[in-house]
């Protein structure tokens, strides 16, 4: 009986192949691990952004480079324009973010729930061929030669929040067959992450604005005089105040009760804001006192802005809910930091700025009321 083994030959040649086939895998198990690092690396960095414009930032800069994309886009629901207005508010320029996109809503994107669960709706990522027509919204600058593109939703807690957008020259990078596990855990991460930093970016808003009128508040206004300060003696720009003061607001409030009170509160605000600058700063300090900070504004231009202030209060009767009509009229005090008293610590130039349009007004109410007085020394 002769026993039928391989070849020497045979079994070299198996051998051979044996070991190319691990050195391959071998290399795939490399290149795979180093893909994770990098992506664990960009889970960290994102968990670790602790603002909004922190956040895309580091999506928009590390993503494409990471998951070798030519571009990467976010698409935000946004139906009441609330966080656009709220990250404004907190000074971000989305001209910053020519990739970040805000829609009113989630029906924009096309997504289609899983016909296995309509009801939870957990939607899946649109792989496939870029169509300007169809995907140009969510590419506002495509590069040349965008061929194909993955739309993942951005979920939390069942509900689309947006759209990570995806997208590749390469034409079959993207295409339904591939799977979507990969990008869809990278979605869910940065799903978090969005959700956790615009509820902690709409948290510092609402703890610097004043939630009557919708105008920073007090807290506020300190802090950015003291920031204002600092910038304007380094790039030597006047900075003026002005104290407002609604006259004879107890009265107001003793025929028309609070909520009248609180109408005319939100009006005179939004009188006073349709007269500023952009720059400037509106704040309530308390009751019926509103303070603004005129950013590069001297003594004579801040007057000349308050003097359309008292003009456009008193010039127009106030229209309450109820329909009855009442005239109002405000007392203006204005002061300006003339030179930066470089010597004196910012905190005490800061109070006593506020405290010269506070005297100011002090003045106007005492010479009869309804006029801006401006301060002199
Ligand atoms: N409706 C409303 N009233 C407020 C609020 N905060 C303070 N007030 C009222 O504002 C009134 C301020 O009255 P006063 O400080 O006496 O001043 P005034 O009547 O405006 O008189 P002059 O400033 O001297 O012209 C008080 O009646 C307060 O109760 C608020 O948030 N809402």
């Known amino acids: 009986m002769s026993e039928q083994g391989a070849s020497p030959r045979e079994l070299e040649a198996e051998n051979e192949s044996l070991r190319a086939r691990m050195a391959y895998l071998l ?48 698409c935000l629901v946004d139906p009441d324009a609330d966080i656009h207005g709220v990250m404004v508010k907190l000074g971000v320029d989305f001209d910053d973010f020519p990739q970040l996109v805000f829609v009113a809503s989630d029906s924009a ?60 020259v390469n034409a079959s990078r993207f295409t339904p067959a591939l799977g979507t ?22 948290l510092k808003y609402i703890g610097l604005t004043d939630s009557l009128t919708g105008v920073y508040n007090r807290r506020y206004i300190d802090r950015r005089l003291l920031e204002e300060i600092g910038r304007a003696r380094r790039q030597a720009y006047r900075i003026s105040c002005m104290y407002i003061d609604i006259d004879h607001f107890k009265a107001v409030n003793d025929n028309f ?17 349709a007269e500023l600058r952009l720059s400037d700063a509106l704040g309530r300090f308390g009751g019926e006192e509103f303070v603004v900070l005129l950013i590069d504004a001297d003594l004579e231009s801040a007057t000349i802005v308050a003097q359309r202030i ?32 470089r010597d004196h610590a910012i905190e005490g130039v800061a109070q006593q700025l506020v405290a010269q349009a506070d005297n100011a007004l002090y003045q106007a109410k005492e010479n009869g009321r309804n006029r801006v007085v401006s301060f002199d020394e």
Request: charged share 20%.
């Open 109 to 168: 994107f096309g997504f289609v729930p899983s016909r296995r669960a309509l009801l939870t709706a957990p939607s899946k990522p649109l792989l496939g061929p870029y169509v300007p027509t169809l995907h140009q919204a969510m590419f506002p600058q495509p590069p040349a030669g965008l061929q194909s593109i993955a739309l993942v939703p951005l979920l939390r807690n069942k509900r689309i929040i947006g759209s990570l957008n995806l997208g590749s």
């Open 27 to 74: 290399e795939q198990a490399e290149r795979n691990h180093d893909i994770m690092c990098r992506h664990q690396a960009f889970d960290l960095e994102i968990v670790g952004a602790a603002t909004f414009p922190e956040l895309i930032d580091t999506i928009f800069r590390t993503l494409p480079a990471i998951s070798d994309l030519d571009i990467a886009t976010l």
């Open 310 to 341: 008292r003009a456009s209060i008193d010039g127009a009767p106030f229209e309450l809910s109820s329909g009855e009509r009442l005239p109002v009229s405000v007392s203006i005090g204005v002061a300006t930091l003339d030179d930066f008293e």
């Open 257 to 273: 009760g609070h909520p009248g009170g609180d109408e005319v509160l939100r009006e005179v605000a939004s009188r006073i804001k």
């Open 181 to 202: 596990d990969f990008i869809e855990h990278m979605a869910s991460i940065i799903a978090i992450c969005l959700e956790n930093v615009i509820s902690n970016e709409m």
